[in-house]
């Protein structure tokens, strides 16, 4: 399924709805945006053994700098902010050059013997680790049957031990 499909597919079978989605066609970034929907939805097609299927990966159109998983009809669901792929996106093709910074000296013979940029692999790096911190919450969502539990992050400062074991749980597995 492409982006279009997905999005298409989320609207008529959850509650969001297309102003929710950010769509990056004609935009700057396509291509990378492309890139990443198609990697992680590769990622969870090969992943179905976990359970939380079926599972899709979409971008949503607000200015936060975070992603989010949710299960909405039994449709588990990793949302991309679109602030966070576009800094992303505009980190990469502005390569930062590490050797550069005091005390980061070392970077520059680091990526001389690898033949690779330090920058793309911390770009990677971000990437992977929100992606898998997010499919270790689809994961638990399958394995139970309480979702909705973004009402308790903002506002709420109690402390709920089975809530911080989640999200050390979803940290550990990315």
Known sequence: MDYPETVHYLKENTDLNY?????????????????????YS??????????????????????????????????????????????????????????????????KTLEEKINFKIAIL??????????YHEFAHLIQFASEDIFEREENLFGNCEFKPNEHIEEYDADIFS
């Open 122 to 131: 911390l770009e990677q790096a971000l990437l992977h680790f929100t992606f």
């Open 42 to 107: 590769g990622n969870l097609a090969h992943n179905k053994r976990f359970g939380a299927n079926p599972s899709f990966v979409a971008f949503y159109d607000k200015e936060d700098f975070y992603a989010k998983a949710k299960k909405y009809n039994k449709n588990y669901i990793i949302l991309f902010g679109e602030e966070l792929i576009t800094k992303l996106f505009e980190w990469h093709n502005s390569y930062v050059d590490f050797g550069n910074i005091k005390g980061l000296e070392e970077f």
């Open 19 to 39: 102003k929710d989605f950010f769509d990056f066609e004609r935009k700057s970034g396509e291509k990378y945006f492309e890139k990443v929907f198609n990697f």
